[in-house]
């Protein structure tokens, strides 16, 4: 068949809202491009694969995969499927389900059983051990300790029902839930939803696998795609030896593909200066660094701000002086101010951009 019955073809094979996904295009241009003779077992491939690339992309946490699956991630990812196996049907067993097949048809049926047991579960244990638990505490606090309650918690995706169910056209696809995204809830210890996040946690370490995505993959059979690479935002308030409490923004990226193309580079680019605050913004150059430093030297030498506004003309027009008379004059690459406000700015603009 030609590139346009392909096409046609595949598009029929789908679901109206997999049909309108943007990666549709993309995969079929790839098959019309890498295959010459296209027949209806690439058909069944495509739709099998589009289908598979839009759950995972649509089913992902923020910042992983920021583009569609290639062919070698999901023979990665098959090949860790096939290996976990053994692993899948053992947990299936210990939960009381067959181990050779998937306990729940749909994902909204999984996330409705786990959300319920976890909290009957909780229920349970606090009626159990509410008086040990504030005993416990009670004790820590009057020797000084500090206490806490560190249990795994179970990572799975939550999904809700559509407004509209539309008519599915590929009958291998019989699920109706829109995903919402991955969803916690805390465990009990010997219980096998606490079994259940433990090991999905540390498998998704080795293998790069979401732990959601295994989660689903063990109760509804689900094949997810292991994510081409991840970024892991981070904030954190450091406090100093002074006691100022100092922010940090910083990136983690990591890599899961060897087939990295120039366009993710980019998009990578793209989303760390706009988490770390350099999007849209000049980077640093020499010039700030010897105004930093004059600065500095001129606040060593008169004083910081002065708190009443009476005195902070005087200052920064005399910083302006100086600044002009040591710098401005001697080399022509740096800023001459006309006005002490110009000083003031810049020195502003350099607290700010340091969240000094």
């Known amino acids: 068949m030609d590139a346009q019955e392909f096409e046609r073809q595949v598009t029929s094979g789908l679901s109206k809202e997999k049909g309108h996904h943007p990666v549709v295009a993309e995969f079929i241009s790839e098959f019309t491009e890498e295959c010459p003779r296209l027949g209806h077992d690439d058909v069944r491939l495509c739709v099998k694969v589009i289908c598979r690339a839009v759950e995972n992309l649509d089913d992902s946490e923020p910042g992983s995969s920021l583009s569609s699956p290639t062919p070698g991630d999901f023979l990665v990812s098959d090949v860790l499927l096939a290996k976990l196996r053994p692993w899948v049907e053992d947990l299936r067993q210990e939960g009381g389900f067959d181990p050779h097949e998937p306990p729940f048809k749909t994902p909204k049926e999984a996330s409705g059983w786990i959300k319920r047991t976890a909290e009957a579960q909780h229920t349970a244990w606090l009626a159990e051990h509410r008086e040990a638990v504030d005993e416990l505490y009670s004790l820590a606090e009057k020797l000084g300790y500090r206490v806490t309650r560190e249990t795994p918690r179970l990572r799975y995706q939550h999904y809700k029902r559509s407004r509209t169910v539309l008519p599915l056209k590929n009958p291998d696809d019989t ?69 100022e409490v100092r922010p940090r923004r910083y990136v983690t990226v990591t890599f899961d593909t060897p087939d990295l193309t120039e ?43 002065p708190e009443k506004r009476r005195g902070r003309g005087k200052y920064w027009e005399e910083a302006r002086q100086r600044w002009n008379r040591e710098y401005a004059t001697k080399n022509e690459g740096h800023t001459y101010y006309g006005s002490a406000n110009g000083v003031k700015q810049r020195y502003n603009k350099l607290q700010k951009r340091l969240g000094v």
């Open 175 to 243: 699920r109706q839930d829109e995903p919402r995204g991955a969803q916690q809830v805390a465990t009990v210890p010997g219980t096998f939803l606490h079994r259940l996040a433990r090991e999905t946690d540390q498998v998704a370490k080795r293998t790069g696998l979401r732990p959601d995505a295994l989660v689903m993959h063990i109760l509804i059979g689900s094949e997810p795609v292991r994510p081409r690479l991840w970024i892991t935002e981070g904030y954190d308030d450091h406090p100093l030896p002074t006691g």
């Open 263 to 305: 366009r993710e580079l980019q998009t990578i680019h793209s989303e760390i200066r706009g988490y770390i605050g350099g999007k849209g913004t000049n980077a640093f150059h020499w010039g700030d660094l010897t105004f930093w430093e004059f600065m500095e030297e001129f606040i060593q030498d008169v004083g910081p701000l």
